[in-house]
């Protein structure tokens, strides 16, 4: 069944567009996420299925977010609300796995926290019932980092 359009809303729109694609939003993770994949696949293939399954998450997230921006009369290009092109630049390149799971820690806990602010900021039913889901995968990915961390043993 097709999805009805969304009243257009710049505000819910710049918010969604900023999350999707700004330099620390869902399809920036995903890029970061599918980087430490591949490295983990051939330097630390004990994290290869984490870093998939962080991946695939953030595909699903990028995946409603653009459908939120589209239903709206978005665009789903790849910059943020204030139009920076998302790029390689916004992809952490370090190789350390114990510095990645902190950093990847960090980055979910902040993304877990904008999402939470950007429900309370948005009144529309459908957008906040979308977002939740956001939210719940960022929720399960969080969870999955600090289980392969600890039982890693990269507690320093």
């Known amino acids: ?18 999350f999707y ?34 991946y695939e998450n953030e595909l699903e997230n990028c995946t409603i977010l653009c459908e939120l921006l589209l239903r709206m009369g978005g665009d789903n290009k790849f910059y943020s ?31 877990v926290i904008e999402v939470k602010s950007m429900i309370a900021k948005i009144e529309n039913k459908i957008i906040r019932e979308k977002l939740k889901i956001v939210l719940e995968n960022k929720k399960v990915s969080l969870r999955i980092l600090k289980e392969n961390y600890f039982k890693n043993n990269l507690i320093e």
């Open 1 to 18: 069944m097709k999805e009805p359009f969304l009243k257009v809303n710049s505000y819910y729109e710049g918010l969604i567009q900023n």
């Open 21 to 54: 694609a700004g330099a620390k939003g869902c399809f920036s993770a995903f890029m970061h996420f599918f980087y430490q994949f591949n490295q983990s696949v051939i330097f630390a293939n004990q994290y290869s299925e984490c870093f998939k399954t962080l």
């Open 81 to 111: 609300s204030s139009r920076k092109f998302l790029s390689g630049y916004n992809v952490d390149y370090v190789k350390n796995f114990d510095k990645i799971f902190l950093y990847d820690i960090e980055l979910l806990e902040i993304n």
